[in-house]
């Protein structure tokens, strides 16, 4: 009998490696994330802040991920085109979005059939960054501050239009919460996208806007706009002689602009950890940083659960500020 267990012992011995062998084989032959080229939807046209952030972080991605980064634009409805085309595709796990502000926090004040639901259908992975807006206007209207611009306006009743990158866009609904605040009559030129209000602008289509400082900064540093207030809490280091909404009277104004990526509601929790882990990575590394600055950004790295709470806290604010402005979409 000893002889036996013996020989069955021996053959055990002899199996353990052959055993642990296989399972190696089995582990390697499962693929790693990402095994193709990831796509990035941008819901807005190229040109505009959102745009300019997407393609600097896609460029780092894909140096971290080991694959293709291809930016996708998608505009219209303040993102909501693309954030209804996004949840409506098939699930793909090499699919992201990069989510402004009104995508995640105002739209469903706004629009009466969204087509998608900004918590249960988009899955944070973490915040990108922030920028402030800028209220400009043209050199030839001679206007230098915000309550200039209030007087213009009380002035020339029916006389001053503004553009925005789309209804129901920050710009849109902070031009309407001042409009209303001083009591003027404004006229709202919405476009597809923040370059084609901003070309508006310079062209002498409108009198002034509100949008993002990125794609704003170089056509102010080359004197054809005049910026008039930033609506971050405090002054931005590339213009530091520019006040504050609050500053300059307008404490309701105070806002950022912030954006974030997100991933289809059914995407794996393994990529989702995956993806904010190579994301904070990005936006923590120095050069990455100098580079957002250089184009108006900050870096806010963090959790999928900070972009969430982030959001519900904005959802509150701009509730209020959609009641104030009395704006709508259709």
């Given at each position: 009998?000893?002889?036996?267990?013996?020989?069955?012992?021996?053959?055990?011995?002899?199996?353990?490696?052959?055993?642990?062998?296989?399972?190696?084989?089995?582990?390697?032959?499962?693929?790693?994330?990402?095994?193709?080229?990831?796509?990035?939807?941008?819901p807005?046209?190229?040109?505009?802040?959102?745009?300019?952030?997407?393609?600097?972080?896609?460029?780092?991605?894909?140096?971290?991920?080991?694959?293709?980064?291809?930016?996708?634009?998608?505009?219209?409805?303040?993102?909501?085109?693309?954030?209804?085309?996004?949840?409506?595709?098939?699930?793909?796990?090499?699919?992201?979005?990069?989510?402004?502000?009104?995508?995640?926090?105002?739209?469903?004040?706004?629009?009466?059939?969204?087509?998608?639901?900004p918590?249960?259908?988009?899955?944070?992975?973490?915040?990108?960054?922030q920028?402030?807006?800028?209220?400009?206007?043209?050199?030839?209207?001679?206007?230098?501050?915000?309550?200039?611009?209030?007087?213009?306006?009380?002035?020339?009743?029916?006389?001053?239009?503004?553009?925005?990158?789309?209804?129901?866009?920050?710009?849109?609904?902070?031009?309407?919460?001042?409009?209303?605040?001083?009591?003027?009559?404004?006229?709202?030129?919405p476009?597809?996208?923040?370059?084609?209000a901003?070309?508006?602008?310079?062209?002498?289509?409108?009198?002034?806007?509100?949008?993002?400082?990125?794609?704003?900064?170089?056509?102010?540093?080359?004197?054809?706009?005049?910026?008039?207030?930033?609506?971050?809490?405090?002054?931005?280091?590339?213009?530091?002689?520019?006040?504050?909404?609050?500053?300059?009277?307008?404490?309701?104004?105070?806002?950022?602009?912030?954006?974030?990526?997100?991933?289809?509601?059914?995407?794996?929790?393994?990529?989702?950890?995956?993806?904010?882990?190579?994301?904070?990575?990005?936006?923590?590394?120095?050069?990455?940083?100098?580079?957002?600055?250089?184009?108006?950004?900050?870096?806010?790295?963090?959790?999928?659960?900070?972009?969430?709470?982030?959001?519900?806290?904005?959802?509150?604010?701009?509730?209020?500020?959609?009641?104030?402005?009395?704006?709508k979409?259709?």
């Amino acid at each position: 009998m000893q002889t036996v267990f013996s020989r069955l012992n021996s053959a055990l011995k002899c199996l353990f490696p052959v055993l642990a062998l296989c399972t190696g084989f089995a582990v390697q032959a499962q693929p790693a994330w990402p095994t193709h080229p990831i796509r990035l939807l941008v819901p807005y046209p190229p040109g505009g802040s959102t745009d300019i952030l997407a393609r600097l972080l896609g460029q780092k991605l894909s140096e971290s991920l080991g694959q293709s980064v291809i930016v996708e634009n998608r505009g219209g409805a303040s993102g909501g085109v693309a954030a209804s085309y996004f949840v409506k595709s098939a699930p793909d796990d090499h699919y992201f979005m990069v989510a402004s502000l009104p995508m995640m926090a105002v739209n469903q004040y706004l629009y009466r059939e969204l087509g998608y639901d900004p918590e249960a259908d988009l899955r944070p992975i973490g915040l990108i960054a922030q920028t402030p807006n800028v209220v400009v206007t043209s050199p030839a209207l001679n206007v230098h501050t915000l309550k200039e611009l209030a007087e213009y306006g009380k002035a020339h009743p029916k006389g001053l239009a503004y553009s925005s990158s789309s209804v129901g866009s920050a710009g849109h609904l902070l031009n309407e919460l001042f409009r209303s605040t001083v009591g003027i009559e404004l006229l709202h030129v919405p476009y597809k996208g923040n370059a084609p209000a901003m070309m508006a602008l310079v062209a002498g289509e409108v009198q002034f806007t509100t949008d993002n400082l990125p794609q704003l900064l170089p056509q102010i540093r080359a004197g054809k706009l005049v910026p008039l207030a930033v609506t971050s809490p405090k002054r931005w280091f590339q213009l530091p002689d520019v006040p504050t909404v609050a500053e300059a009277g307008f404490p309701g104004m105070t806002t950022s602009a912030w954006f974030g990526l997100v991933a289809q509601s059914k995407t794996s929790s393994e990529v989702i950890t995956r993806m904010n882990r190579e994301l904070v990575a990005v936006l923590q590394k120095p050069d990455f940083i100098a580079k957002l600055r250089d184009v108006s950004f900050e870096a806010l790295p963090g959790s999928p659960e900070d972009m969430t709470v982030t959001a519900r806290k904005e959802r509150v604010l701009w509730k209020k500020m959609v009641e104030m402005s009395g704006a709508k979409a259709d």
